[in-house]
T-cell receptor, first 115, second 114 residues
Framework: AQKITQTQPGMFVQEKEAVTLDCTYDTSDQSYGLFWYKQPSSGEMIFLIYQGSYDEQNATEGRYSLNFQKARKSANLVISASQLGDSAMYFCAMRETTGGFKTIFGAGTRLFVKA | DAGVTQSPTHLIKTRGQQVTLRCSPKSGHDTVSWYQQALGQGPQFIFQYYEEEERQRGNFPDRFSGHQFPNYSSELNVNALLLGDSALYLC?????????????FGAGTRLSVL
């Protein structure tokens, strides 16, 4: 069955430093997509980055990169040069090809960036 | 280019009442999904609409129903409200729904059931 696990309920990082948010997933599908979203206190889910299961290179989007290790079923988000505005909840999500159309989310990690 | 818009932003209801939440998708998007996010948890998939039909449903009772209109906008209806229905309801839109298609979310409707 589909499952997303985020084991870090909260993380602290110093401004301008890099931080890694962990995500592991469970699926029996060969074709799937992995996503990271940011949710500020306002509530809106903001798309950050996408990785397809067949993509050989790790995805990057500006200061965000996804460390994709397929054999270990992990899809960690790396944020470089943290900014105060990065303080938010971060959710890892997955969508399978054969599992229909739903996307499942992890429980999230709350990131606190310290000045 | 307007993103996904949801209304209302906040809503207070009492147990047993019915509620309707509305969503307008991002321009160019034809697929709308609804999610329930309880406090401190990740979003849970309720259902998805495409071509005015419910295409897939998550593990939610029939009290939760929806509709998609010809202009792709959508409504989520919840009947016989329970205290446990208090949550942030998020609408997401995308172009059809291939695995790589990105879902864009609205700011949500925060529902409180008293």
């Amino acid at each position: 069955a589909q499952k997303i696990t985020q084991t870090q309920p909260g993380m602290f990082v110093q401004e301008k430093e890099a931080v890694t948010l962990d995500c592991t997933y469970d699926t029996s599908d060969q074709s799937y997509g992995l996503f990271w979203y940011k949710q500020p206190s306002s509530g809106e889910m903001i798309f950050l980055i996408y990785q397809g299961s067949y993509d050989e290179q790790n995805a990057t989007e500006g200061r965000y990169s996804l460390n994709f290790q397929k054999a270990r079923k992990s899809a960690n988000l790396v944020i470089s040069a943290s900014q105060l505005g990065d303080s938010a909840m971060y959710f890892c999500a997955m969508r399978e090809t054969t599992g229909g159309f739903k996307t499942i989310f992890g429980a999230g990690t709350r990131l606190f960036v310290k000045a | 280019d307007a993103g996904v818009t949801q209304s209302p932003t906040h809503l207070i209801k009492t147990r047993g009442q019915q509620v309707t939440l509305r969503c307008s998708p991002k321009s160019g998007h034809d697929t709308v999904s609804w999610y329930q996010q309880a406090l401190g948890q990740g979003p849970q998939f309720i259902f998805q609409y495409y071509e005015e039909e419910e295409r897939q449903r998550g593990n939610f009772p029939d009290r939760f129903s929806g509709h998609q209109f010809p202009n792709y906008s959508s409504e989520l209806n919840v009947n016989a409200l329970l205290l446990g229905d208090s949550a942030l309801y998020l609408c997401a839109s995308s172009r059809n729904y291939r695995p790589g298609d990105i879902q864009y979310f609205g700011a949500g409707t925060r529902l409180s059931v008293l």
